[in-house]
């Protein structure tokens, strides 16, 4: 079936380590985003990409960085930079961006991650 | 900054009533709204969508209504069902573009 799986479910990582987050979708979508969600929060954006190689930064985007080498693929590597890790990480695609297309994003089932 | 706000928490209500999720946003040039409902530990899922041209659009059991003049986004789940317990947010964007800013999000509780 098709859809976007993101793993690890659950991370543990302690300070001052980087950890990578993976997102994997088979929906043949050019845009795939990264949000961050804190309890009690909406969702908050960390860094999109519309095509392969190319991306932007979001609302928050400091402490992250983000690749996109393929279509599938759209890893997020949350930095020792990165002040208040602890958080639950969403990554979603959509078809051309939202521009054009019917707005729906896709999400995974998100990654929890917990710094010790 | 723009932002999008929700006036309730969180909202209880009884099975088989229908239930109604208030959703306000400050950017005048909005034109496109998703409702998503995200059940506990998962990601959110697309409930239904409006465009700024529209003042109603209806799905299966649920209702989106726009309020451009006071800036104001409602859904309406019809005989709210146990099922419906998630928290549910608005979200928008401008222009077509390629980035949604979501609210808060409203825990809506079904009671049996």
């Known amino acids: 079936d098709g859809g976007i799986t993101q793993s690890p479910k659950y991370l543990f990582r302690k300070e001052g380590q980087n950890v990578t987050l993976s997102c994997e979708q088979n929906l043949n979508h050019d845009a795939m985003y990264w949000y961050r969600q804190d309890p009690g929060q909406g969702l908050r954006l960390i860094y999109y990409s519309q095509i392969v190689n190319d991306f932007q930064k979001g609302d928050i985007a400091e402490g992250y960085s983000v690749s996109r080498e393929k279509k599938e693929s759209f890893p997020l590597t949350v930095t020792s930079a990165q002040k208040n890790p602890t958080a639950f990480y969403l990554c979603?695609?959509?078809?051309?961006?939202?521009?054009?297309?019917?707005?729906?994003?896709?999400f995974g089932e998100g990654s929890r991650l917990t710094v010790l | 900054g723009e932002s999008v706000g929700l006036h309730l928490p969180t909202l209880s209500v009884q099975e088989g009533d229908n239930s109604i999720i208030n959703c306000a946003y400050s950017n005048s040039a909005s034109d496109y709204f998703i409702w998503y409902k995200q059940e506990s530990g998962k990601g959110p899922q697309f409930i239904i969508d409006?465009?700024?041209?529209?003042d109603k659009r209806q799905g299966q059991r649920v209702t989106v209504l726009l309020n451009k003049t006071v800036k104001h986004l409602s859904l309406q789940i019809a005989a709210t069902q146990p099922g419906d317990s998630a928290v549910y947010f608005c979200a928008e964007t401008t222009g077509g573009g390629n980035k949604l800013t979501f609210g808060t999000g409203t825990q809506l509780k079904v009671e049996l």
């Open positions: 979603a695609s959509s078809i051309l961006g939202l521009a054009g297309g019917s707005g729906e994003l896709f």
């Open positions: 409006i465009r700024s041209n529209m």
